[in-house]
């Protein structure tokens, strides 16, 4: 009876939680007098405008916001794993000088908001001239904490016998790194996707440091929203609604992976 009334718990919480996101897509295909009937969800009528709309650049350049979001947080997705890696290898299986204060900084970098760093940020970027381009998000964003102290547990895991065998084998560091990235790709994967979702949906520096061309989809969405006074609110659901797929596509697709890695950094 406890188990059967665990489960009923949670699918209705399951289903309060993804109730918001059912409501945005269905909104995008209602009308503005629709949308504000709390009671209505279903549309009438299915009608494509809004997304006809968003894909011809009528209120919004959707294509090209959408591109600047997704060059952007893959690249700083991809540099921030690779330093990630690098630093938590170098930290974990070498005798470094000053590795304890390596890892300090990047726990200071975890702990210190992001909202504090970004007037320095902004000063910074527009003495290097990068301001208003995505280089100025791109660069920066790919120094994380975060990945060092998750790398770090996954390679404390590896027998230090794996190393001293490939150093007699003449084999440099890097090389074996190279050798043991397939054994953490789990975990690769899903510091990948976690540095993708956090870049996908930043506000603050895009807002700061980005031009109006430059912009990233989530900002633009905000400054649609804020002018949705004279634009149908289906456009805004509909832009809302894509926004979204990227990470739940690769959610759906790497989940098993991403399962892996937390059970191995939980078990460290």
Known sequence: ??????????????????????????SSFKTNREIYQPTTLMPASYEWKAYENLFAGESLSFLQFFTNSLLLSTGQAILATMLSVGTAFVLAKFRLKGGTLILG?????????????????????????????????????????????????????????????????????????????????????????????????????????????????????????DSSYRIPLSVTMAAATLSILPMLLAFGIFFGKMKTALREVAHS
């Open 105 to 225: 900084l990047a726990i200071l970098l975890i702990l210190i908001p992001k909202q504090t760093l970004a007037v320095p940020m902004f000063e910074w970027m527009n003495w290097l001239g990068w301001q208003g381009s995505l280089w100025s998000l791109l660069l920066p964003g790919a120094i994380t904490g975060l990945g060092v102290v998750f790398f770090l547990q996954l390679f404390r895991n590896f027998p230090n016998e794996w190393i001293e065998l490939a150093r007699i084998e003449g084999l440099s560091p890097m090389k074996t790194l190279l050798l043991l990235l397939p054994l953490v790709s789990p975990g690769l994967v899903t510091f990948f996707i976690l540095h993708f979702v956090l870049s996908w949906q930043e506000h603050l520096l895009p807002l700061l440091l980005l031009d109006d061309e430059s912009i990233t989809l989530p900002l633009a969405i905000t400054k649609l929203q």
């Open 1 to 26: 009876m406890k188990k059967i009334a665990l489960y009923f718990f949670l699918i209705g919480s399951s289903l309060w939680c993804i109730y918001p996101f059912i409501w945005m897509f269905f």
